[in-house]
């Protein structure tokens, strides 16, 4: 450290010392730098006079008047934290939301929203969260409780379901006599994309509400991502178009929405309720209705025992084909359309082989 060596300004070395030790010497202190040098002579007597706490306390005060300067700038980049109950929805959030959404999906492409249990860690995202999206029209019954004890009344909650027509009666899974739990409709909404457009549209309309300034991004975003979809919805029909048998049984009642848009025919449903067992005179008459039938095709899904659809198919020698209904269940189903494309293709692949029933 230079020394000064005015010794006729004995005040401007006590000063100079003070500030040596809170480690802050202006660089006009150091006697190398002389056409500053004599600047710092004739300002270290007014600086002398300063407490000394004043020279702590001004670089914090400093500090803090610069970080106000910053802070609405940094809280406008800041994502919204956003948690939805199922990876589609995740997409859908993210196609839209982009760089301006953080978000998180309570359910894995492997779980079965109707059995899916919370975990702790859902309720802390939950709790966090600003925006929870939920498909609803009875499908996710756990989520209220969780909702509830979450205590976050800054959460607003998107049911993007909410408007949207739903199937009823044979193949459905819809069932009042024995207390089914969708006894208002069908909840599989998402596997008709002309659904799934408008549960995206909703999902538009309340990020613009959080984030208006992004409303001409998300509105871009929205525009690009439905053409998308067209997209594939009509390459679908294409692959379909030459099938003259389309004629399935399914695992559980999810895909009915799938089967009206791209007109596959559903014959039979193995559990109307998933988290039960067929029963033995159920399975009886499926086995029966496939022979008599004909029907080339059992839908099995991943996030289902397979057992009893795996019986089935050896007892009737009809063809086991896998499909998800939820992304990412299976390699190649790690995007909504990849799994639309997938649970098509491998339909229309299946049917189209001739059979091996005697």
């Not at 193949?171 to 069908?186: I, K, P, W």
């Not at 309720?273 to 029907?295: D, N």
């Amino acid at each position: 450290m230079p020394c000064l060596k005015n010794r006729d300004t004995p005040i401007s070395l006590i000063a100079a010392r003070r500030m040596r030790k809170l480690g802050r010497v202006p660089i006009f202190a150091d006697p190398d730098l002389t056409p500053m040098k004599d600047q710092w002579y004739r300002v270290a007597p007014l600086m002398s006079r300063l407490p000394r706490h004043v020279f702590i306390i001004l670089p914090v005060l400093l500090a803090f008047v610069g970080s106000l300067d910053r802070a609405p700038s940094a809280l406008a980049q800041e994502p919204i934290p956003v948690v939805t109950t199922l990876p589609f929805l995740q997409e859908f959030v993210e196609q839209i939301g982009g760089a301006s959404v953080s978000v998180v999906s309570l359910i894995k492409g492997t779980e079965s929203e109707h059995t899916y249990t919370p975990k702790p860690s859902d309720l802390v995202a939950v709790s966090r969260a600003r925006l929870l999206v939920q498909v609803g029209v009875g499908l996710e019954v756990w989520v209220a409780p969780m909702i509830e004890s979450a205590k976050n009344p800054g959460l607003t909650v998107v049911t993007t379901g909410q408007g949207i027509p739903l199937l009823r009666g044979q193949g459905t899974g819809e069932s009042d006599e024995d207390g089914h739990a969708h006894a208002s409709g069908n909840p599989h909404i998402w596997l008709d994309p002309e659904n799934a457009k408008m549960m995206i549209r909703a999902i538009t309309d309340a990020l613009i509400k959080m984030a208006p300034a992004q409303r001409t991004a998300f509105l871009a975003n929205q525009a690009r991502y439905l053409n998308e979809i067209d997209t594939v919805e009509t390459a679908i029909k294409e692959q379909v178009k030459p099938l003259k048998d389309r004629r399935i049984v399914t695992h559980h009642a999810a895909w009915p929405y799938f089967a009206r848009r791209f007109g596959f025919q559903i014959e039979g449903v193995i559990l109307e309720q998933p988290g039960s067992e067929a029963s033995a005179k159920a399975l009886t008459g499926l086995i029966k209705l496939i022979r008599q039938k004909k029907i080339k095709v059992i839908v099995m899904e991943p996030q289902l025992n397979a057992k009893v659809a795996q019986t089935l198919a050896e007892e009737t020698g009809a063809a086991l084909v896998t499909l998800t209904p939820l992304p990412g269940a299976l390699p190649g189903t790690e995007r909504y359309l990849d799994m639309l494309s997938y649970d098509a293709r491998q339909l229309v692949e299946a049917l189209s082989r001739p059979t091996t029933r005697e």
